[in-house]
């Protein structure tokens, strides 16, 4: 993302002063008495070759990326002056985040909020909730749809703002017609001050403390939307009348050049046939940037060379199979595995820390991959987490926690709170109450588990994963990894013309890469929409992908248990299925959770229901 470092800035009029393009950092609203503008997104340096070429910001089309989702706010200009109508707005505003934390988990800590100095109110969040995004040509109008769906009813949305060369107000600038300044404000702020106060307020430049974007996490229910509105975008593309040249006639038209539509369809037609012709990487790519020269406009280099190095990479993962005689087995060779295997079972297995569970799964191996299946609250992650700790404290050996939606601080709460037996509240107390110093309670954690490993790195694919497992064996506990634990699927990085298509791929390949680094691999999922708190999950649950199911070893569901939710204040009552197990029977484990500790543990005084 280093590469999209460009903005355009307008100061006074907009229609009489765009085209001024500039670094990010470059700009100074220092000293300004007059209205200042910025883009909404940001670009690599096609947008100022672009302005430069055509002295005009129109009509660009180019890749673009987002840092944050405005919503913008607006009273109607006949009303501009009525404060009525402006605190009709703030009360609709207020509704407004209200609903993004109600129907799609937004914490209000994640919002920034700001006054515009006249007439509106603008909410934004970072567009990390989306998980990770790339640079796109169609990134706004995904970001359209997202705002579309999620401001549906709330007419004073502007729509007219999500298009790559979109403008807003600069915050802490003056608003050139009311003379007052463009103001964040908290959401307290908002809810409690009057229309008055606020305007009171942006007399002034001002400003408020917000959540830095590196606490900001993934959100399931709008990396959902986003994905949504991505295949959406993708398949209105797709039914257009094709302008990629697509049969051997018109091949000579490519080498040619190509305008500005063609060019990245174009350049992976050349470089197929290139591959197919054996030609190695660099030389394709000199021959690329030799032709690139007659596009109109060219490519930009970094990207044509990013542009090559994947078709290689993607071209090589198709045909690098290996064939040899050692990977044919009869039934003496065979033997001789399993002599080894049966002799050094022990040592090998994985136990979950449930008896009745790891009865029927006989123990997980290197090489086998279990999927948790359930909706989002119902306890998964804890119930990962409670996993870590059982084989982490029975073996000995190092388990590698991969939390892509938990930061690294609510694992460590967690632990302590199911290590030491207390509540979330009294971990936090007793960290606060020290000076600098860990307290001598949560050295449990290191001392008890010292082989325990947490990577809270997200946008990873299973090649990074892959390359962190054996990161982590080479340079930090010295030995091959016991158990790996992955929250969760949906937030891994897959390759795919679709939502479909890309989970589908990482739930292959993620028995792939359990069998080549002979390790066993947990990983979480979520399950359909449909499904209720209290529906028991089946093996056509998984979201997304079925191939999901087809790959695993092993299918758990976990869910919570309506009839035993009475039971017990302290404990909530969980339930573990076994959908799939290709070592033994299927059935039910009833599990309870402490609801202070989240410490699990199975509910003996249920009858189990077992096949």
């Not at 700009?27 to 302005?51: C, H, K, M």
């Not at 197919?276 to 000199?286: H, K, M, P, V």
Request: some cysteine.
């Amino acid at each position: 993302m280093e590469n999209y470092i460009y903005k355009e800035f307008v100061t006074g009029d907009i229609e009489s002063n765009r085209g001024k393009i500039f670094k990010m950092g470059e700009y100074s609203t220092t000293g300004l008495n007059t209205d200042a503008y910025q883009s909404i997104f940001r670009f690599d340096d096609s947008f100022p070759e672009y302005v430069n070429r055509t002295k005009a910001v129109k009509g660009y089309a180019g890749i673009h990326m987002a840092d944050e989702l405005p919503f913008d706010f607006d009273v109607p200009k006949e009303f501009v002056s009525d404060l009525t109508k402006l605190a009709e707005l703030k009360a609709t505003v207020v509704k407004f985040c209200h609903m993004l934390e109600s129907n799609y988990d937004v914490p209000l800590s994640y919002l920034r909020i700001c006054f515009s100095g006249r007439r509106g109110f603008e909410v934004k969040f970072s567009t990390k909730v989306f998980g990770s995004i790339n640079p796109s040509i169609s990134l706004a109008k995904v970001l359209k749809g997202v705002v579309k769906d999620v401001a549906d009813g709330y007419d004073q949305v502007d729509m007219s703002i999500y298009h790559a060369t979109a403008l807003l107000r600069i915050p802490l600038t003056i608003h050139g017609g009311s003379q007052r300044y463009k103001i964040p404000l908290t959401f307290d702020e908002l809810t409690n001050l009057t229309v008055e106060e606020i305007i009171n307020l942006s007399k002034l430049p001002r400003t408020v403390d917000v959540l830095q974007d590196s606490d900001i996490r993934p959100i399931p229910a709008l990396q959902e939307l986003f994905d949504k509105w991505q295949e959406e975008i993708k398949s209105q593309s797709s039914k257009k009348p094709k302008d990629t040249v697509t049969n051997g006639d018109d091949f000579n038209a490519i080498l040619n050049g190509v305008a500005e539509t063609k060019r990245n369809a174009a350049a992976i037609k050349l470089c197929g046939k290139f591959i197919r012709g054996n030609f190695d990487e660099s030389y394709t790519l000199a021959i690329l940037r030799m032709w690139n020269e007659k596009n109109d406009p060219p490519l930009n280099d970094s990207e044509l060379a990013s542009l090559v190095t994947r078709a290689y990479n993607n071209y090589s993962e198709k045909t690098e199979d290996e064939f040899n005689v050692d990977a044919v087995y009869d039934f003496k060779k065979a033997s001789q595995e399993y002599l080894v295997y049966a002799k050094n079972l022990d040592k090998k297995k994985v136990t979950l820390g449930f008896p009745s569970l790891d009865k029927k799964l006989r123990g997980l191996l290197a090489g086998e991959t279990l999927c948790i299946q359930g909706k989002t609250g119902v306890g998964k992650s804890g119930l990962v987490q409670n996993i870590a700790h059982n084989y982490g404290l029975a073996s000995g050996e190092p388990v590698l926690i991969f939390s892509m939606e938990m930061p690294i601080t609510g694992i460590v709460e967690r632990a302590c709170q199911i290590e030491m037996n207390i509540s979330g509240l009294q971990v936090e107390e007793l960290f606060s109450g020290t000076n600098d110093e860990l307290p001598e309670q949560a050295k449990l954690l290191f001392t008890k588990l010292p082989n325990v490993y947490i990577i809270t790195k997200t946008g990873l694919d299973l090649q990074k994963i892959k390359q962190w497992i054996e990161f982590a064996e080479e340079n930090v506990y010295h030995k091959k990894t016991g158990l790996v634990l992955i929250d969760y699927l949906g937030l891994i990085k897959g390759k795919g013309s679709n939502l479909y298509e890309q989970v589908s791929g990482v739930g292959r390949g993620m028995k792939d890469l359990a069998k080549e680094l002979e390790v066993p691999i947990i990983f979480l999922t979520q399950i359909n929409k449909s499904k209720l708190d209290f529906d028991e999950p089946d093996m056509n649950s998984t979201r997304d992908s079925g191939s999901t199911v087809e790959s695993c070893d092993f299918l758990l569901s976990v869910w919570k248990e309506k009839d035993r939710l009475q039971a017990s204040p302290e404990n909530e009552s969980i339930n573990i299925g076994i959908h799939k197990n290709r070592k033994g029977g299927l059935g039910m484990i009833p599990v309870r959770m402490n609801r202070r500790t989240l410490k699990m543990e199975e509910d003996t005084d249920v009858h189990l229901k077992t096949q």
